[in-house]
Structures are given as C-alpha cells and as structure tokens.
C-alpha cells in the first residue's frame, strides 16, 4: 500500500507552512500533498477573493474531500487547527488510512475556558461585523497567541505570509452556538480510523486540553500527545523535528497495521 500524506493548513496560512514536514516525510519515503484550502494560494499582498467572504469551512472540507477521493488510495491526514477540523470532517466522509491532528480547534459544542480563548473571540466581537467580508489577522493578536515559541525575526517572516480569511471561517469557529448549520459539528463516530491528536502545551491559541478532550472522544482509536514546550505552529517551531519524528513513527506503525 503507497505510504501517502495530505497536508492540511490552517487559517489565514498556506501550504508553506509544511515545507519542513513534507522535505522530511519525502526523505522517509512518503509521498506527501499539500492543497491550499480555496483562496488561500495568493501572493499575500493581493486584494482578497471577492467570493472569500462567503466561504465557509463546509466549502473547505468539499474541496479536500474531493481532492483525497481522487488519490490512488486512503491517504493519512495530518491537519492543524482549522485543518484538523476540516481533516476529521474528510475522514468521516472519506477512506482515511489516519489522522494526526496538530492544536486542532474545538468542535462544534466544546466552549472557550481560558482568558486567552476568550480574548481572541473578544477581538474579532469589537471588529464590526467581520463575518461578511475577507479579513486579515493583526500581528499584534496573532503574535502572542500563536507565535509565542518563535523569535521575533520568524514571527515576522511567518506573518508576512499570511492571506486574507474568511470572516464567515471564523464565525463559524468562534461562534459555533450561533450557527444554525453546525458547521463545525464532527460525527467522532463516523471517523473509523486511528487518531493522533498533538498539543502544544504553550499554545495561547488553542488550549492543549481541547486536543486532549477530542482524543478522547475517540475512545480507543484516539492517541494524545503533549508536546512540551511547544505552541501553537509547532511544526516550524525549534524542535519540530522530533514532533515529526513521533508522527512519523505512528504513520508508519498504523500504515503497517493497516497492511496486514
């Protein structure tokens, strides 16, 4: 059975962010794909999509899943945060050989219990009605609450690579109790495979006990991985390459399993 790899951004971000990943996961003999999630391949300095304001996560797991049917066989995913919701969704529609699920946001149900998840609910409450339209995140917001295990000349670089999200993406993540259409509702048992979720321990963005909650929903498919000393984009953070390594080795284990 091919060893195969979708990658899964994450919002306001690209492919590019599993540069590292895929130049490791391709040495150890996986063939790796990274789609861009719908008008997120862009020069970064680009006016946004018009159509991007009424994209919805729903369009993003469409597209992925799509994309994952059209491959020779059940790939692993490896999602990260709006990408590990997006990459669950995919698995519960789709032959899915794994997941590995990196800070994944909450699903639909799961509420905010920190004063950093609610203050970043809180920005985008005092921005208007900012799910009508394109946006782009502040450095100043994102900076301390996902970049917090970078130094400051990455956290620059890694910023000027952002795009242009949806308004509505970010409504239905952060607002789910008021989204008539459950957007970001998994069907847990509709997901056959098994399930690595990795937390960062210092990431502001996303809690480390959500991933660990969302494991357990799992039951005995799910696997939870504190990764200390990490935050929020852990895969280009210093270290990644153990993280990697531990993915890797899991992969490999539940690529196995699955051959026999």
């Known amino acids: 059975m091919p060893k195969e790899v979708v990658f899964i951004h994450g919002a306001f971000a690209g492919p590019w962010c599993w540069d590292q990943y895929k130049s490791c996961f391709q040495d150890l003999g996986w063939t790796c794909h990274t789609p861009a999630l719908r008008y997120h391949d862009v020069d970064p300095s680009d006016e946004p999509n018009p159509d991007l304001a009424d994209t919805s996560i ?66 985008f409450m005092e921005s208007g009605p900012f799910w009508k339209a394109p946006m782009r995140v502040a450095f100043d917001l994102i900076a301390p609450f996902a970049f917090n295990k970078l130094d400051g000349d990455t956290q620059k670089q890694v910023f000027s690579r952002l795009v242009p999200e949806s308004g509505r993406v970010m409504f239905e993540m952060f607002f789910w109790m008021f989204d008539d259409n459950r957007t970001i509702a998994i069907d847990f048992d509709k997901v056959g495979c098994p399930v690595l979720v990795v937390a960062g321990e210092e990431d502001r963005a996303v809690r480390h006990a959500v991933g660990k909650e969302i494991a357990e929903k799992y039951g005995n498919k799910g696997s939870f991985l504190l990764a200390a000393g990490h935050a929020h984009f852990l895969f280009i953070e210093p270290g990644w390459e153990q993280i990697a390594k531990h993915c890797e080795n899991w992969m490999s284990e539940t690529a196995s399993r699955a051959r026999s």
């Not at 992925?64 to 999602?79: C, H, K, Q, R, T």
């Not at 789709?94 to 639909?108: D, H, K, M």
Request: charged share 20%; hydrophobic share 45%.
């Open 58 to 123: 729903r369009d993003y797991a469409d597209d992925i899943a799509a994309f994952v049917g059209e491959l020779d066989s059940p790939p692993i995913i490896i999602g990260h945060a709006v990408g590990a919701l997006i990459a669950q969704q995919v698995a519960s529609r789709r032959p899915t050989s794994g997941l590995v699920l990196i800070n994944p946001n909450a699903a639909w149900g799961m509420l905010p219990a920190t004063d950093d998840e609610r203050a970043v609910a809180r920005t």
